[in-house]
């Protein structure tokens, strides 16, 4: 994934709630796949993964993309690689998670 934030132009919320003691299992999992994405999805110029700090269950991912286009291709249900890891970590949410799309209007870090 190449970091340049001005490409940056949209991104998905997804709120995630974990059953009780999921959250290192889930964590592994996520990273595992979020890492096996680099370079191979088209758009996708990072994601930034957050834990709650006041409840460990609950937690927030950031996928960041260059076009809302790519984003939808790659959270579409026809997604195979999307698909897959949700079915591997659904036994692991205490309810389904929440998505939001986002256009951003700045960033800097």
């Known amino acids: 994934m190449k970091n340049n934030i001005q ?6 919320l997804n709120e995630i709630r974990l059953k009780a ?3 290192e299992e889930f964590n592994k999992t996520l990273l595992q796949f979020l890492e096996g994405l680099q370079g191979k999805v088209k758009g996708l110029k990072g994601f930034i993964v957050m834990n709650s700090t006041n409840n460990e269950n609950e937690m927030m991912v950031l996928t960041l993309w260059k076009s809302e286009y790519d984003m939808e291709v790659f959270y579409h249900p026809s997604n195979r690689a999307f698909s897959e890891f949700v079915d ?3 036994s692991l949410f205490e309810s389904k998670p929440e998505r939001t799309d986002y256009a951003v209007s700045f960033f800097r870090i």
């Open 7 to 12: 490409d940056i132009k949209y991104i998905k």
């Open 21 to 23: 003691g999921k959250s």
């Open 88 to 90: 591997r970590a659904s």
